[in-house]
């Protein structure tokens, strides 16, 4: 008999063995676990991604998410300006979804448990070969309780004892697919996919606090901030995002020089909420390009922040992510049916004809936009126009360019002009 912590070569395989339990992995692993495939869902315990958890209305019917998983509905979007100017933006028609990712991202990994996919929890550590060629995935096993990522309410690192943070013996699961899901920093990407060393990051950070009460002046529980300032953050912005009872305030940037922290203290002073209760504070980076390559010709496939699927300028993920980690799925059912390993492909090719433009545009509009206060103060200007609001919100709620009104395009392209030449009045 085999050892238990070693996989043999007369082990029957795993359909797919998909690593990391994101909204990307979970989605990726319950669309095969509910074609009849064997799916084992490895996660490691305890993560928690900085995130706004905002969601589009495309997204809940895409993959039939449940209104009881949101904790706030925003029916207003507010630009902030570097000198404060303030556009609000009503969202008609519709509303930008919010939910608590511990929550969502356990909800999904659940569904997928329950279609059929075998949950464990453990830490990826490389992908080794039987010697027929098949992919043996090495992880080792947490003993004692999930180590958390977060520090506690009063600043200070979480303390955990040497059970909660020891890992157990390798252990070893041999796969006919991988599907590697495993965030920003990929370690699946890293051994497994050439130029994933290619990603450019974002890194974000956001605290979590205790909602102000109903009522308290300034606070508006239906509204998402978004701040385009310098002092918040030198090339992407800061925002404040409702989440019921807790709220998300944080920023980000590709400044490894520049403070986070501090820039989201000086946040929440601006925005009035010095007062309210700090609960967590979470950090990590945030990949804003997608790699040039997300499989490596033969049996790994990247979704989500591994493959790079986080929204230019915006920053948006989730919907992304799960996009990706449907691709995925569907790439290794091709292969798995057709025995076929550049089936593979088929998921970064679809994805992008699908997203690929959005990205682009997008990533001019930061790389322009973000760059000064004086342009970020027009950017915020241009915001005002009811155009612009109409066919942003429409795009963001239903996720394709709108082309609907040709005239408006053609009426925001000289504004936007005549912004980028300073003829236009801010």
Not at 58 to 86: G, Y
Request: hydrophobic share 40%.
């Amino acid at each position: 008999m085999a050892d238990q912590n070693h996989a043999s070569a007369s082990e029957a395989a795993w359909d797919a063995v998909v690593i990391g339990g994101g909204p990307a992995g979970a989605t990726a692993a319950h669309d095969l676990a509910r074609r009849g495939r064997r799916v084992l869902l490895l996660d490691r315990a305890g993560r928690i991604k900085p995130c706004g958890g905002a969601i589009p209305p495309q997204l809940m019917r895409d993959f039939d998410i449940p209104e009881s998983l949101l904790v706030a509905r925003a029916r207003t979007a507010r630009m902030i300006s570097p000198s404060d100017e303030r556009v609000d933006i009503p969202i008609e028609n519709g509303y930008v979804g919010l939910v608590d990712r511990d929550v969502f991202d356990e909800w999904l990994r659940e569904r997928a448990r329950s279609a059929g996919a075998e949950r464990r929890t453990g830490v990826f550590e490389r992908v080794e070969r039987d010697p027929d060629g098949t992919a043996v995935v090495v992880y080792r096993a947490r003993r004692g309780r999930a180590a958390h990522s977060h520090v506690a309410a009063n600043g200070k690192p979480t303390t955990l004892s040497a059970e909660d943070e020891a890992l157990g013996d390798e252990m070893r699961v041999r796969a006919r697919y991988v599907i590697g899901a495993d965030g920003a920093k990929s370690e699946v990407a890293r051994q497994c996919v050439e130029g994933a060393e290619k990603t450019k990051y974002v890194f974000a950070y956001h605290e979590i606090l205790r909602s102000p009460e109903p009522g308290t002046p300034g606070w508006d529980g239906s509204r998402c901030d978004v701040i385009y300032r310098g002092t918040i953050s030198p090339d992407f912005y800061g925002w404040v995002f409702p989440h019921g009872d807790t709220l998300s305030v944080g920023t980000g940037s590709a400044d490894r020089g520049f403070s986070l922290r501090n820039a989201t203290q000086r946040l929440r002073e601006a925005s009035g909420l010095t007062h309210c209760e700090i609960l967590r504070r979470e950090g990590a980076p945030i990949p804003l390009k997608p790699l040039p390559r997300w499989d490596n010709g033969r049996d790994v496939v990247l979704a989500g922040d591994a493959a790079g699927v986080v929204a230019p300028a915006s920053g948006e993920g989730i919907f992304y992510a799960m996009t990706g980690g449907r691709q995925a799925a569907q790439s290794v059912e091709e292969a798995l049916s057709t025995g076929q390993a550049r089936a593979l492909a088929g998921a970064r090719k679809r994805f992008m004809k699908e997203h690929g433009r959005v990205f682009w545009v997008l990533g001019i509009m930061q790389h322009f936009w973000y760059s000064t206060d004086k342009r970020r103060e027009r950017f915020v200007s241009i915001c005002r126009d009811k155009d612009v609001q109409t066919l942003t919100f429409d795009a963001y709620m239903n996720k394709r360019l709108v082309r609907a009104k040709p005239m408006a395009h053609v009426r925001i392209f000289f504004k936007d002009v005549a912004h980028l030449l300073g003829l236009a009045r801010v």
